[in-house]
């Protein structure tokens, strides 16, 4: 049953790992306004989020976006150095 998945960035990544490492990066607030859902922006727990997002198919799609963008594929800054 354990499929190797080796283009897939999400392979291995729980649903309740992702949306810990985007609360702790971003905070509630900073979630909410990348993310405009309830579950991130009225009361919001770790717990009470996975629930909404489990039965959510669009809003998960959303964090796995967001996710990916932020650890994943990140783009560089403009900023940033380009040596």
Known sequence: MSEEQ????????????MVTRLQ??????????RIN????????SIKSSL????RTP???DKVETLYLATFVNPTPSPWENRN
Do not use: V
């Not at 629930?51 to 489990?54: C, D, G, H, S």
């Open 58 to 60: 669009w809003a998960r």
């Open 37 to 44: 859902i309830n579950c991130f922006k009225s009361d919001p």
């Open 24 to 33: 702790e990066h971003y905070q509630w607030e900073g979630l909410a306004k």
């Open 51 to 54: 629930k909404f997002l489990r």
């Open 6 to 17: 080796p283009n897939n960035p999400l392979h291995g990544i729980t649903l309740e790992m």
